[in-house]
């Protein structure tokens, strides 16, 4: 009699199951490894796991910009160590803080400007990226490291100190974003490399997520909130008292950046050097930037373009710069409303590139960029009105009346309408940046793509300073918030007129 076990078997009688499993594990190996298509710059293409390892590259280093720039350290750095009376006497604590903010982003972005397009240029020629890129992850993993020692009410030494970290940071991001993307082209086919470079921020904006997740599960909640699913205290014996959530923010995105930076440099093949000295890879570089730009002159339609997009772009950064830091000091807000605005409004993010393409394939890309940058202004405009004491400037609202509901964040009026101002500011300044992208590939003559994505990028990087010093400048002469941040408006509003002058027309290459 056969026992149950026979009599139930289907399948071949000699299957195993660990033979399966292995064989399945060996299919997917050389699935990863596997190296057939031909890379844009004409060599063989990195396997699935090499070019997987790069998009991993922008979940590893993005988090910077969500956790430490917009939502966390930023807005902690204006509001609380940034000490009062550091700007005299006639200006508040956050005109301040948002005025030293600006002049902070003004350094770097100086910096940055001069330097960024010709370390482009010489990426190029030199042959080697993944050494630039391991410096440059390493300076920002060591500026962020020391952000846990920047306490409330720092002495004039202290401001200096952090400042520096904050603008030694910047530098380090943007530098590494230059000659990590330059690794692109060599590692992706002509037909792969959009999707790969979307894989690469839709980690990165992921990344940065979960990053704000686990800060406010771990750090913020814990001891404000009676639900179960939270822990009673915070991890690591973390005192919420002395601010030490948002003075973690840049130790944890070191580590972050550190753990999951490493496949880039196992996995993803390096171009091989050109055994150039780096000299003349710097004169070589300059003499491309300058014959770029001297080419312009034959596309003047496509140059009056990236006129008009250097400014309302300038305008979008300033938008995402101070947007965290004006929310934290108008209403007060501490981790937990700041990280849970966080998480919300880079999911409204993700929403705003989907309704770009939507608008974009309607309307065309011109009229979606005066439909998204225009309601970036007006949204904009709109989010200066709100108060925690009034609504829309002219609406009173008394800050004794009961809370809309029992949560520690967002239970006012006031808050809840300036979120869904933000909201849509958040989705239609990404989808500013999609048609911004757009655009250019419909008027570009497809000859001469790249050379004029290589213009693209360099209008983004030479004037990345001018919007938030010019909110920065602003905000200390006149001592208050809402006038500083109509430098952003300014900058929108000029990008906005030029576009009337770009006509959405394909140019011819000469």
């Known amino acids: 009699m056969k026992s149950s076990t026979e009599a139930g078997a289907v399948g071949p009688p000699d299957s195993d199951p660990s033979a399966t499993a292995a064989a399945e594990a060996a299919g997917l190996a050389q699935w990863l490894h596997a190296r057939h298509e031909i890379s844009t710059t004409g060599d063989i293409a990195a396997s699935r796991l090499g070019q997987i390892s790069w998009a991993m590259f922008e979940w590893a280093r993005n988090p910077y910009i969500l956790v430490v720039w917009i939502y966390l350290f930023a807005p902690y750095f204006a509001k609380y160590v940034v000490p009062a009376g550091y700007c005299g006497a006639g200006m508040t604590r956050g005109a301040c803080g948002q005025g030293i903010a600006g002049v902070i982003q003004a350094y770097s972005g100086i910096f940055i400007a001069v330097l960024a397009p010709f370390l482009g240029a010489i990426a190029d020629r030199g042959g080697r990226r993944k050494p630039w890129v391991a410096l440059y992850a390493l300076i920002l993993f060591a500026a962020m490291i020391p952000m846990w020692f920047a306490m409330p009410d720092a002495d004039a030494r202290g401001v200096l100190f952090i400042g520096a970290l904050i603008a030694i940071a910047n530098v380090a991001y943007e530098f590494s974003a230059v000659f990590h993307n330059s690794l692109l082209p060599s590692i992706a086919s002509q037909r792969g490399i959009a999707g790969l470079s979307g894989l690469g921020l839709s980690l990165g904006n992921a990344g940065g997520i979960l990053l704000l997740l686990f800060m406010l599960i771990a750090f913020a909640l814990p001891g404000n909130v009676p639900w179960s699913f939270i822990p009673a205290h915070p991890l690591w014996g973390i005192d919420q008292a002395l601010h030490e959530p948002e003075r973690l923010s840049g130790p944890v995105c070191a580590i972050w950046l550190l753990a999951f930076a490493l496949p880039l440099f196992l996995f993803t093949p390096d171009r091989p050097s050109a055994n150039i000295p780096l000299h003349r890879a710097m004169i070589a570089g300059v003499k491309s930037v300058i014959a770029t730009i001297r080419s312009l002159k034959h596309y003047r339609n496509v140059g009056a373009y990236l006129l008009a997009r250097l400014f309302f772009n300038d305008g979008m950064t300033a938008v995402l710069v101070f947007g965290g830091i004006y929310a934290s000091s108008t209403f ?117 793509m790249t050379e004029f994505f290589g213009l693209y990028s360099l209008s983004g990087q030479s004037t990345s300073f001018l919007a938030t010093g010019f909110v920065g400048w602003l905000t200390l002469v006149a001592h208050n918030q809402r006038i500083g941040l109509l430098g952003e408006t300014v900058f929108l509003t000029i990008g906005l007129f030029l576009m009337l002058f770009v006509k959405e027309q394909r140019a011819t290459a000469l």
């Open 332 to 448: 007060g807000w501490g981790p937990i409303p700041m990280l849970v605005y966080g998480i919300e409004l880079s999911v409204f993010a993700v929403l705003g590139g989907f309704f770009g393409g939507w608008i974009d394939n309607r309307f065309g890309s011109k009229r979606a960029i005066f439909i998204s940058i225009g309601g970036t202004t007006l949204f904009g405009l709109l989010a200066l009105t709100m108060g925690p004491d009034r609504i829309l400037w002219f609406i009173p609202y008394d800050i004794a009346t009961p809370h809309v509901w029992s949560a520690p964040f967002f239970n006012t009026w006031p808050e809840l309408i300036f979120l869904l101002i933000v909201n849509f500011i958040a989705v239609l300044i990404t989808a500013g940046y999609a048609n911004s992208r757009t655009m250019l590939a419909r008027i570009a003559p497809p000859e001469k």
